[in-house]
Each structure stands twice: as C-alpha cells, then as structure tokens.
C-alpha cells in the first residue's frame, strides 16, 4: 500500500496537465508551472528524503510512515481548492515532504524484515505495487479529468483508507547485530559501501529522469499527435503500468537466471526499444507497444537498485541508504521536463526519443558488457580450481 502511494504522488495529475493549463491560461507561467506539477514533489523528495532517512535511523521507521501518510493526504488534496497554479505548486512541493517519509521508512522496512532471495522478491513486489496503483490511479484520473482538470486531486484522498491497516500492521522490529545480519557489508567501513552507492544514485537518477519523460511529456505528445482525449493519455499511462507490474513480479525469477548485469542488460534494452517505437508511433497499437516496452524494461531495473543497496548497506544506516537512494529517484524526475522540455522545442518529439534510445542502447551494451566480463572471470577461476 505504501509503495503504492509512490506512483500517485507525481504521476496521477498527468491525464489533466492540458486542461489545468487551459484552466490557468491568465497565468504567463502556465506552460511551465503545469509540467512541473507532476514532478514539483521530487524536488522535496530530493532534499527530504537524507534526512527522513536520519530520522528514522534515530527514531524507528513506524511513526515516519504514518505521518507521512496524513501529510500525503492533506497535501494531496489541497489541489481541488488552491485558487492559482503557485499555490498547487506550493502544495505539490509539501507532497513531496510526505512521499520522502513514506518510501524511506517502506525501503528500510523490507531491509528489517527480509533477507537474501526473500528480500529480492519483495523489492520486485515493491515496484509491483507502484505500477499496479499507477494503474488504477492514473486509469481513473484520465476518465475524471475530462469532467473537471481539478477532479484528480481527489485521487489522493484514497490513502486515508490505508491508514488503520498501516497502523495495525507496520511494527519497528528490534536493532539486530551486525553478525545476525545477513548483509555483506556488515558493519565494516563506510567506504566499503558507501562508493558503491554513489554509483547507484548516479544510474537510478539517470534512469528515472529517462523514464519520467512518459508522465510529463505524453499528453502534450498525443495532442501533437491529433489524440487530444485526455482518455488516452490516462490509457497509455496505464499501459505503461500494467506492463511494469507484471514484469516486476517476474523479476525475482529474471534475476536468479541472468544475474544483476544481465537484468540491466534486458531493462535498457526493452526500454530502448520502447522510444524507438515512439518515434514511429502513428498508431495507437504503436503507442501501447512502446508504453508496454518502456514499462517492463523499466520494472526489470528499479528492484535491483533497491536490492543491491539494501544488500550493500548495514543495518545502522538503513534509513539514510534509502532516503539517498529516493532522493536519486525523484533528483532524476524532477530533471525530466526541464531536460525534456528545450530539448522538445530544439528538436521536436522525434529528436527526443531518438537521442533517448541511443543513450539507453548504450547504457545496455555497457551491462552486457559488464556481464560478459564477470562470466569470463568467473569460468576463469572454475577452470583454474
């Protein structure tokens, strides 16, 4: 449930950006202000989300996840009655405080709560539950933002009916050892982690701003299109979702087979194929088959950022490892549309998605490239034995 709310915070308003900007179009800002209300909450997120990991590190993970729910709720709503598109701005960036909160403390909760195999599977359920609530949420805002642009907002009133089974449910388990933890970093030093995760932030910002060029950018696409319903742009969404979720409860599975390298190897390649389509996408079964590409690729690589770091960082620092770690996530949204954006106007839709697949071939080919060497390495030392 928690996981989730991820996915409503930023992407659920997407289906009424148009008529938001038609709504406010007395505001010389409005073309900007309404593409940054999808990704307005990762820039909290970003600053937030380090320091909500130091808060539950001191303080325990529960009361973090349940405050960030009410604020969820009080923040999320705010947007059916704010008079102007500062103030939903405003409002957008309180959100982001609230969803820093939510995914910290879920993170370092699966870190408490699983090990080994059974942690790589609930990291895959994790972004299950993103996408399947994206799709439930983002299918529905499409249908209700052609009554009103503001109807949407309601959206976020939903986790309120989470919150009693949070608060049954979610428990702070006591501090174990470092020796009864099963992860590899143990309690060593910092450097032995903490570079490592470096790269991690790195390649899941990148990742996400790449990804979150769906939500910002795909209404305002199809119109250019000749799909102005705002009815499609909520079903390409949800494409993209459901693809995800369905893919991410197959990633355990995946991953056991191909190993780390190669999970990333398979990701960058059906998401490169994805925006490949885009640019040839005349059809809506051309649009559906991109979103279901860009969808599953994406699902494939987000759980092993999420494993990987929970297998790299010691218990003790749990909250700041994921509280980093979704700063990266929303860093990378929140840079989408101001990448997007210029570069949409110097070189329309098609040099966008073009120049999108290039980077995402090459990110691909540098994972199988990464994988091969550690196949050879590891046949060498079978053979030398």
């Known amino acids: 449930m928690a996981a989730s709310l991820t996915t409503m915070a930023n992407a659920t308003i997407s289906p009424a950006l148009p008529g938001l900007e038609r709504l406010f179009a007395d505001d010389p800002n409005a073309a900007m202000l309404t593409r940054l209300l999808v990704p307005a909450p990762s820039l909290s997120v970003a600053l937030c989300a380090p320091l909500a990991g130091l808060v539950i590190d001191r303080y325990g993970r529960r009361l973090p996840l349940l405050a960030g729910v009410i604020l969820f709720v009080i923040a999320g709503c705010a947007g059916l009655f704010l008079p102007n598109l500062p103030a939903i701005f405003a409002s957008r960036l309180v959100l982001g405080v609230a969803v820093a909160l939510i995914m910290t403390a879920q993170t370092a909760l699966i870190g408490d709560y699983f090990t080994g195999n059974d942690r790589n599977a609930l990291t895959g359920l994790q972004i299950s539950a993103r996408n399947f609530g994206g799709l439930i949420f983002i299918s529905l805002a499409g249908w209700i933002a052609a009554i009103s642009p503001r109807l949407p907002f309601a959206i976020y009133g939903l986790a309120a009916v989470f919150l009693p089974l949070m608060w049954k449910a979610i428990v702070d388990l006591p501090r174990r050892s470092p020796a009864s933890d099963a992860n590899p970093a143990g309690g060593g030093e910092w450097h032995s982690w903490a570079i490592p995760m470096l790269l991690l932030v790195f390649l899941q910002a990148t990742t996400n701003m790449i990804f979150f060029v769906m939500p910002t950018q795909m209404s305002f696409f199809l119109e250019a299109r000749g799909f102005e319903s705002t009815v499609m742009t909520g079903a390409v969404l949800g494409i993209l979702m459901l693809s995800g979720g369905g893919f991410a409860l197959l990633y355990p599975r995946i991953q056991r087979a191909t190993g780390y390298a190669g999970i990333f190897f398979l990701g960058y390649a059906a998401m490169a194929l994805g925006f490949v389509l885009l640019v040839f996408a005349a059809t809506t079964l051309l649009l559906f088959a991109a979103a279901a590409a860009i969808g599953a690729?994406?699902?494939?690589?987000?759980?092993?950022?999420?494993?990987?770091?929970?297998?790299?960082?010691?218990?003790?620092?749990?909250?700041?490892?994921?509280?980093?770690?979704?700063?990266?996530?929303?860093?990378?949204?929140?840079?989408?549309?101001?990448?997007?954006?210029?570069?949409?106007?110097?070189?329309?839709?098609?040099?966008?998605?073009?120049?999108?697949?290039?980077?995402?071939?090459?990110?691909?080919?540098?994972?199988?490239?990464?994988?091969?060497?550690?196949?050879?390495?590891?046949?060498?030392?079978?053979?030398?034995?």
Request: include cysteine; charged fraction near 10%; proline fraction near 4%.
């Open 297 to 385: 690729g994406y699902a494939l690589v987000s759980p092993s950022f999420i494993a990987l770091a929970l297998n790299l960082t010691p218990q003790q620092y749990r909250g700041l490892s994921g509280g980093v770690l979704t700063a990266s996530i929303f860093i990378g949204q929140f840079c989408s549309p101001l990448v997007s954006t210029p570069l949409i106007a110097n070189h329309d839709y098609e040099g966008l998605f073009r120049g999108t697949a290039l980077l995402l071939a090459a990110m691909a080919v540098a994972a199988g490239v990464t994988g091969g060497a550690n196949w050879i390495r590891t046949r060498s030392a079978v053979s030398a034995d």
